[in-house]
């Protein structure tokens, strides 16, 4: 069982980017939720956004509510952040994090570094 996070980089501030993350090794379904965290160095990981399996719920911090959107594709095993209007204080690794319901068994993958400065 697999998510690997791909789409990260070094953004202007303003900027846009997409991060995306593949899931494999399991069945990408409505059983899933997923959710999109973040660690910036010498800060605990943090909640960004989070949808439900089938899509219809979504859930955003404060911070990025507004500038960022996550969605999936079930079909393509990938769910997604865009993310739009980057602050420099939206620099931290991103994870990615399946959730398999109402088990709570949890998968996580190994992040992707964004990083906003001019």
């Known amino acids: 069982v697999q998510v690997v996070e791909s789409g990260g980089g070094l953004v202007q501030p303003g900027g846009s980017l997409r991060l995306s993350c593949a899931a494999s090794?399991?069945?990408?379904?409505?059983?899933?939720?997923m959710g999109w965290y973040r660690q910036a160095p010498g800060n605990e990981r943090e909640l960004v956004a989070s949808?439900?399996?089938?899509?219809?719920?979504?859930i955003y911090a404060d911070s990025v509510k507004g500038r960022f959107t996550i969605s999936r594709d079930n079909a393509k095993n990938t769910v997604f952040l865009q993310m739009n209007s980057l602050k420099p204080e939206d620099t931290a690794v991103y994870f990615c994090?399946?959730?398999?319901?109402?088990?709570?068994?949890?998968?996580w993958g190994k992040g992707t570094l964004v990083t906003v400065s001019s």
């Open positions: 994090r399946a959730v398999r319901t109402p088990y709570g068994i949890v998968y």
């Open positions: 949808i439900t399996g089938g899509g219809g719920s979504t």
């Open positions: 090794g399991f069945t990408f379904s409505t059983r899933y939720d």
